[in-house]
């Protein structure tokens, strides 16, 4: 009742007239950056985060957060009608959306993408209304060495959980790390890494470093490739989305599966691309039919799009709770928590009501209203797409640059971009994730506050770390998955030599 009850007061803080119309602006927003490869949810969201710098925090959260949602809604459109993920995480909804376009099922496909992703949504929403108080009171118990060692179980999950190798995911944090030590130390006062340069007294910017990455970045990459757009026909009217959702009640166990592979992967750094294909993975490998996948199956849809969105929204719940995201669009909104003076962890639960239950309240209604502006918007998205990539390409760029400058109002942060756009070209080039990096830029200068005021209490003893139950548990935890593919590996070549040395 008590979670409720404060649910009922986000929900009195949101539904104001000016908190609406950010909700349907943010999703507008949004669905346009999704449909757009070489945006995305974190790039919409990085580049429109200097443009809140001027509203109160709850109104900035309800604009980026309804931007999330609409992007993610919007990945799905290129998915399904042009076969280009708009973003990575609706990847797999290419395996079959597509297939069930060219058959002349776009709307179905659509349909069914959209009401998966609102359901897979609400779940996750449901997770962090009724788990994040209790979280929140459980970590307020915490002190440096247990924020220590979360942050080394969080990033010990991105090495060990990860789909890249673990040594460029390890190479990613460290430049992460490097990118958070620019500055002025907090502790002792002195200057590190500034090469005598006065811009870089108040460090490397989040928002740039970010908008190069994945803006930048992407349109290089993109412009590489030659993108050129060629799609199917998709109509949506009520008789199609009415047919559709009386077949989708008989595909429950798949939605199920997918909650919870969404919802784990969410709370832990894994992240919405990886639910999605984890759980298309699943759905397949449990189906009577398998041989239907890739030509065209409803629940090869209704998977990755209900993963998808419940990760996506359960990455929040770290983040809001702990102070690490788990995503990388999490990780962009906890910088801009930081930049609207607010401290993102167990406290805000006590200080900030009004922003983390808005956000809460915001998230119910921002998804019902995402379906049903995407619903309707499908046509005019899709001739959007038809214009050529060597004018939307400029525009873009031209916004990145908007958004850098917007920062300091300097143009030396709008070359640091160009220069962050070329190694997020390099790394996306190189296979390196900019997850694992983007985390490390954010939580690098907090975890180095942490060790240090736990050396400090213990005389420079490690024993600190292990000094509670708590604390060694989640230590020891983040240790072993930061060296699980090694271990996975000596494993692997035990039960191997065996069989080599076999007669």
Known sequence: MEQFDLLMHGMGVVLTWHHLLLMVAGVLLGILVGVLPGLGAPNGVTILLPLTFSMSPVSAIILLSCMY????????????????????????????????????????????????????????????????????????????????????????????????????????????????????????????????????????????????????????????????????????????????????????????????????????????????????????????????????????????????HSAGTSALLPMLTLGIPGSATAAVMLGGLMIWGLQPGPTLFVEQKDFVWGLIASMYLGNVVGLIVVLSTIPLFTAILRIPFSIIAPIIVIICAIGAYAVHQSLFDVGLMLVFGVFGYLFKKLSYPIAPLVLAAVLGDKMEDAFRQSMLFSGGSLDIFWSNGLAGTMTTAGLVMAFLPLISRIVRMGRARPRNSAP
């Open 69 to 308: 949602w609409g992007a993610l809604f919007g990945g799905s459109v290129t998915s399904v009608i042009f076969n280009i993920p708009g973003e990575p995480s609706s990847i797999a909804t290419t395996f079959d959306g597509h297939p069930l376009a060219k058959q002349g099922r776009a709307g179905e496909a659509l349909t069914a993408a959209y009401t998966s992703a609102l359901l897979g949504a609400l779940v996750g929403v449901l997770l962090l209304t009724f788990l994040s108080t209790y979280i929140a009171r459980f970590a307020l118990e915490f002190s440096s060495p247990e924020f220590f060692a979360v942050y080394v179980l969080a990033f010990g999950s991105f090495i060990g959980l990860g789909k890249t190798p673990a040594l460029k995911t390890v190479a990613a944090m460290m430049l992460g790390f490097i990118l958070a030590s620019v500055g002025m130390d907090t502790v002792s006062g002195n200057l590190r890494l500034t090469f005598g340069l006065t811009e870089l007294l108040r460090g490397i910017s989040f928002e740039v470093a970010v908008i190069g990455l994945f803006g930048i970045g992407e349109i290089l990459c993109t412009v590489e490739e030659g993108l050129v757009f060629r799609g199917e026909n998709a109509r949506i009217n009520l008789r199609v989305v009415w047919n559709t959702w009386k077949q989708m009640p008989r595909y429950w166990a798949t939605w199920l599966r997918s909650c919870l592979i969404g919802c784990w992967m969410g709370i832990t750094p894994g992240g919405p691309t990886a639910a999605s294909f984890l759980s298309y993975s699943v759905a397949k490998n449990m189906s009577r039919h398998p041989e239907r996948f890739g030509k065209g199956a409803l629940d090869g849809v209704i998977a990755p799009e209900t993963a998808d």
